[in-house]
């Protein structure tokens, strides 16, 4: 238990240094060690601020640094295969920023190339670290609700006055369904324990916005006729709610990815009447580090794979076929 997971920072990425380092920082199990940029000054500056001892220059000189185990990954969505493979045959466990590649077909790659390195490749989903999705789990396996009929959830924000925003480069992966449609996506797999069969997407390609997806909202079948339906965009009202519809009753999270300080707790209403479920407090960033450091230093299987994200891709890359072509794509 004394031994902690080394980690490195490729890119000085807004969610690197606001959430990602401190919650490694405040974890357990992990230490962070060095940070590199393709600017020097600016991995010296954040070095300096968030009080990590190395800095580097590149990339690649901190892929060489024999002292460190494993790296996180937040550089925008179209680098996310070049340098997680990079990292994995640098012999270097890999933690990589959400969506974890622009296709199944890259994911299934990278799961390859960490496979053959003999190194674990985890997608950076932290919210379903949280202690939060085992007690929703636990509600549900308990029959509180009866069967799941459906599940609802969105996920929006409004950043679209910020016009040099990479999430607005098309051919860098962005668009709401790769940056946050991502996460309803994911939670209905995570809460059905299931693969879905089919989805539908429409979404608003804005010409101002380098014809990204600027809001999406889509229906994904599941077996059984259990469907997620979604809506995600970067141009719409913050809010990131889930709600979970069964034949006995219904609960209600009102932020289900993105949380405010002490909002995890979470709704339950059944023929009994509706109440707040308490959820103890967590970091789920810390939570996250140190179940990749307990597979690491200790063996301990990792609860969501490098295939989970792969699968998880499938998913993404019917959305945006379907928000395309206006079409059904079944699975």
């Known amino acids: 238990m004394s031994k902690k997971l080394r980690w490195g920072i490729l890119g000085c990425a807004s969610i690197a240094k606001r959430a990602v380092i401190p919650g490694l920082q405040q974890s357990r199990r992990n230490e962070v060690a060095a940070i590199a940029s393709r600017q020097e000054d600016k991995a010296r500056q954040l ?13 690649e000189a901190l892929l060489e ?5 494993a790296v996180y990954i ?25 969506p974890i590649a622009l296709t199944e077909a890259e994911a299934a790659e990278m799961a390859d190339a960490a496979a053959k390195a003999g190194v674990i490749l985890a997608e950076a989903f932290m919210y379903r670290y949280h202690p939060r999705y085992d007690i929703l789990k636990e509600y549900i396996a308990s029959g509180a609700i009866g069967e799941i009929r459906g599940i609802r959830s969105a996920f929006t924000f409004n950043s679209s006055a910020n016009h040099g925003n990479v999430r607005f480069r098309k051919d860098w992966g962005g668009g709401s369904i ?3 449609g991502c996460y309803p996506i994911n939670a209905a797999r995570i809460l059905l324990d299931k693969e879905p069969e089919a989805v539908t ?6 010409p101002e916005h380098d014809h990204v997806d ?15 339906t979604f809506d995600c965009g970067m141009w719409a009202a913050y809010r ?3 709600e979970i519809v069964g034949t006995e009753g219904l609960i209600e999270v009102p932020y289900a990815y993105s949380l405010p300080e002490n909002g995890a707790n979470f709704f339950l209403t059944t023929s009994e009447g509706r109440k ?53 794509i079944v699975l």
Not at 65 to 69: A, L, Q
Not at 201 to 206: C, G, I, L, R, W
């Open 201 to 206: 997407v429409q979404a608003f390609f804005s």
């Open 276 to 328: 707040e479920i308490e959820v103890p407090s967590a970091n789920a960033y810390s939570e996250q580090g140190d179940r990749i450091a307990e597979a690491v230093l200790d063996g301990k299987p990792l609860r969501y794979t490098t295939e989970d994200a792969v699968r998880n891709m499938r998913v993404i890359d019917a959305c945006l076929k379907s928000a395309h072509e206006r079409s059904r």
């Open 65 to 69: 640094d024999p002292n460190i185990d």
């Open 74 to 98: 937040p550089l925008p969505n179209h680098l996310h295969k070049e340098w997680s493979i990079r990292a994995a045959e640098a012999g270097k466990h890999v933690l990589c920023e959400k």
């Open 214 to 228: 600027m809001m999406a909202s889509g229906l994904v079948e599941f077996e059984g006729a259990v469907s997620l």
């Open 240 to 242: 990131n709610p889930l």
């Open 47 to 59: 070095a300096e601020e968030l009080n990590i001892n190395i800095s580097y220059g590149s990339y």
């Open 178 to 180: 790769y940056d946050v």
